[in-house]
């Protein structure tokens, strides 16, 4: 018996055929047709009753015995429900595995649909950010986190930078929340204990800060006396034998003190609680002033050649402005030789407000440029010290650039010279009808 | 847990508007909570940059409760909401006044913070201080978990803290008359201690009416003006 539908409708034709003829032999042959054909279809009525009784038992125990096409049915059935269900089995079993790996992460990590309502997290979300499962599924997360740092962050929707925030039920931990979107607008939110590394780099900070505060006081004193010696020369009393050393020892202790006060500076920069006044700074006056400056201190003969949007304003504290500016000019100065030009341009754009510092000075190899910023690098040790720079100009530079947001940009040619472009926000700028 | 109240709109976008409104009163709430660290902070360490830097934000507390307002009553205006919707409303314009308040003693405590960070620290009720601070600025996160969690339980957990806060705060009245008693020149200094104390005390106080609004919103009951134990009684029956 071939148990496709072919061999059914065989089944058929000749079960009418059959009847036909012995009806016919009672002289009823419509009679015996029709009776044929409700067997027949009682049979499949059966049928199609214990195929739905197994179906809902959910097809668990072995299908009905069946005949003809049915047998073919239900063993087809039957084993693709036994398909599912071994595909099922191996699936909820990577996914208990999976779940159970991100659950063990020591980050927390939490997974938000497009509006933000939390959809799963782990156990590290729940330590560190006291959320709790499974009531807070379907609550927005920003009901929960409610730090202004993090509603900000989360507002902005800009997540190249993770966001520093003190963790919700504890605030001696600070965490490092920092979003990824993926998919069809989800987002992954992961937060980070960087309670230790926030701990060490107060600990790095404040070292420095109070090791040079400590050296500066002895300074001052060396100093003290090293002038009163000097002074004893100049004026031919004590030996003249000592007035190239004593020359030689002040020296070197003014530099030791720009040093100590470069470090001081920085240590200032880094520190944590800034409020930034909105007092205006008049950018191109203090560029003009430190220009003047440093024509009369150095005693230059550099070519100068400004070119300063006068009108263009900055927010910020003037200070901060001033010893940027003053150490990218006297980097500048530094590393051109005599007769070299300088060009200052101070501009706006639609990105924001720059300063480019550009020298026709020796230049700086490409291989060196990223570790410019860096305390103390030097390009080249024997030449940068005899010049008396502290190693501190431009890291000073970068702080300042990075607490107002902006970033320094560098570009350099070996033998054609640099150039230092301030880039500052746009948010920065003093409105134009303010400068008008 | 059952989806929260408000999960169950026809019109989305009213779902939306409601979320939105929510959410908003919780970064206020976010915001009023950082006021009280740092407040309380400030007057601790002395760090009187700190003390104004609370006074001068206060006035972002005070825009987002003309904003949440205004939100709530073009909610009212437009959709005339009904029921527990209608009572979020309510709950919200209630709990904004009274994180407004909590935002004026916030203010109030760093004003205090910058006026004593030039004088000399006195001995002594600064640790108390502290202690009573962390402990209300628990509270008021508590409080506003409750909210975001639509939870009376933990809404009523909270507004148990209240009468520990109020004992801290007749303890460290007492030691500060002790103090004055002891030495009089102190006694200006001491006040001003006082009045933070107060102000933390008070912020203890509208945190409260916060858990009770929780109560009203979940439960349409009105626990209001009734001693704790009646309102335990309230929650728990008829759940």
Redesign the interface.
């Known amino acids: 018996m071939s148990g496709s539908w072919t061999g059914e409708l065989w089944l058929l034709a000749v079960g009418l055929l059959v009847g036909w003829l012995i009806g016919s032999l009672a002289g009823l042959p419509w009679v015996a047709a029709f009776i044929v054909t409700g067997l027949y279809l009682a049979w499949h009525v059966y049928n199609v009753h214990r195929l739905q009784r197994w179906l809902s038992r959910n097809g668990r125990n072995e299908p009905p015995a069946g005949w003809g096409v049915w047998a073919v049915i239900y063993d087809r059935i039957y084993r693709m429900q036994r398909r599912n269900r071994k595909r099922k089995r191996k699936l909820g079993r990577i996914l208990s595995e999976f779940s159970a790996s991100t659950a063990a992460l020591p980050d927390a990590a939490v997974v938000l649909d497009p509006?933000g309502c939390i959809q799963w997290f782990n156990d590290a979300a729940e330590k560190y950010l006291?959320l709790?499962s499974?009531?807070?599924y379907?609550?927005?997360v920003?009901?929960?986190v409610?730090?202004?740092v993090?509603?900000r962050y989360m507002l902005r929707a800009d997540y190249t930078k993770p966001a520093e925030i003190p963790a919700?039920e504890d605030?001696s931990i600070t965490l490092s929340v920092r979003v990824i979107p993926y998919g069809s607008d989800q987002r992954l939110l992961i937060a980070r204990d960087v309670s230790e590394a926030k701990r060490l780099e107060t600990m790095r900070r404040d070292f420095i800060a109070n090791a040079s505060h400590e050296l500066r006081t002895p300074l001052t004193v060396l100093q003290g006396y090293l002038e009163m010696m000097e002074d004893d020369l100049s004026m031919g009393r004590g030996t003249s034998d000592w007035e190239q050393p004593v020359q030689e020892m002040s020296g070197q202790a003014r530099r030791m003190a720009s040093i100590i006060g470069d470090l001081l500076r920085l240590a200032e920069l880094e520190s944590a609680?800034i409020?930034l006044p909105h007092a205006r700074v008049d950018v191109s006056a203090i560029i003009r002033e430190q220009v003047d400056e440093h024509r009369g201190l150095l005693g230059s003969d550099h070519a100068f050649e400004l070119a300063l949007d006068s009108g263009l304003s900055l927010y910020g504290r003037r200070d901060d402005y001033t010893s940027a500016f003053s150490n990218l000019l006297t980097n500048a100065l530094r590393y051109t030789p005599p007769g070299g030009e300088i060009h200052i341009r101070w501009w706006a754009d639609a990105q924001g407000a720059h300063l480019s510092v550009a020298d026709s000075g020796i230049g700086i190899p490409t291989r060196d440029i990223p570790r410019l910023t860096e305390r103390f690098y030097r390009v080249d040790v024997d030449r940068s010290r005899s010049r008396g720079g502290t190693g501190l100009g431009l890291a000073i530079v970068k702080h300042v650039l990075e607490r107002y947001g902006g970033s320094l940009g560098i570009a350099s040619e070996m033998g054609k010279g640099s150039e230092f472009v301030c880039h500052f926000p746009l948010d920065l700028i003093v409105s134009t009808e303010a400068k008008a | 847990?059952d989806?929260?109240l408000i999960?169950q709109h026809i019109s989305g976008q009213f779902n939306?508007e409601l979320?939105d409104v929510?959410?908003q009163v919780?970064?206020m709430?976010?915001?009023v909570?950082?006021q009280i660290?740092d407040a309380v902070e400030a007057l601790v360490d002395g760090?009187g940059?700190?003390g104004?830097?609370v006074e001068r934000k206060d006035y972002k507390v005070n825009r987002m409760e003309v904003t949440i307002d205004e939100r709530c009553s073009h909610i009212l205006a437009r959709r005339s909401p009904t029921a527990s919707d209608l009572r979020l409303i309510v709950a919200i314009i209630k709990t904004i006044t009274d994180l407004e308040r909590i935002g004026d003693e916030a203010e109030k405590i760093g004003r205090m913070g910058s006026q004593l960070a030039s004088q000399a620290k006195p001995k002594g009720a600064y640790a108390e201080i502290e202690r009573l601070g962390r402990h209300v600025r628990e509270m008021v996160?508590g409080v506003?978990?409750a909210f975001?969690?639509m939870?009376p339980d933990a809404a009523l957990e909270m507004a148990r803290e209240d009468d520990k806060i109020d004992r801290e705060y007749e303890g460290i009245i007492r030691q500060c008359i002790t103090y004055m008693m002891e030495d009089p020149r102190m006694i200006r200094r001491t006040l001003d201690i006082m009045w933070s104390a107060r102000a933390l005390e008070r912020i203890g106080d509208h945190a409260r009416n916060i858990c009770e609004y929780v109560i009203y919103l979940v439960q349409g009951k009105d626990v209001r003006h009734i001693s704790l134990e009646d309102m335990e009684k309230e929650v728990h029956t008829h759940r």
């Open positions: 509006i006291g709790r499974p009531q807070d379907g609550q927005r920003g009901n929960l409610r730090h202004p993090f509603t919700p605030q609680n409020f | 847990m989806k929260p999960d939306v979320e929510r959410q919780m970064a709430g976010g915001l909570e950082q660290a760090d940059e700190l104004d830097t996160r506003l978990d975001a969690r939870d």
